[in-house]
């Protein structure tokens, strides 16, 4: 006497552990990826964060008419301000510290930049390099005089000769 089950709805072991081995795979590949895109985004945030605290010290100087300041410190560290503080300056000073805000990121080859009022910089060129372990970006004033501020992207010449940050 034979008996058959109608029902043969499931899966089976074997079919499951695939199954299991197929996601442990992806959740493995997805964890080591966002691990690197989290390095490049502390280092892009970085870059930016100086960029934008260079544009905002060039504006200032061209709307108040005077020079400003980007001040930087050994320790990665730098202050916007205007070349004369006046207290009704006071609340546009800013200070910014770059390793305390991105973990691991490093500043170094820091130049000071005296903005004109007229936007201009009387460094032939300025430039900063932002650095995590061998990943470099570079902030820099494009061209003598003009005081255009640029990130160096990848290809650029303004990377052929940099190095990371001790």
Known sequence: MKIYMENEDGFTLVELLIIIGIISILTTIGIMSSRESMIEFRLNGAARQLYSDMQYARLNAVKGGKEWLVDFNADGSYVVKPKVVIPADNDRIKSVDI????????LCQMIDIEFNPNGSVDLPKGSSVISLGALVKKV??????????RIAKPGDAELASVTPCP
């Open 99 to 106: 390793p305390a805000m991105y973990a691991n990121v490093k």
């Open 140 to 149: 820099y004033i494009s061209s003598a005089g003009t005081g255009n501020v």
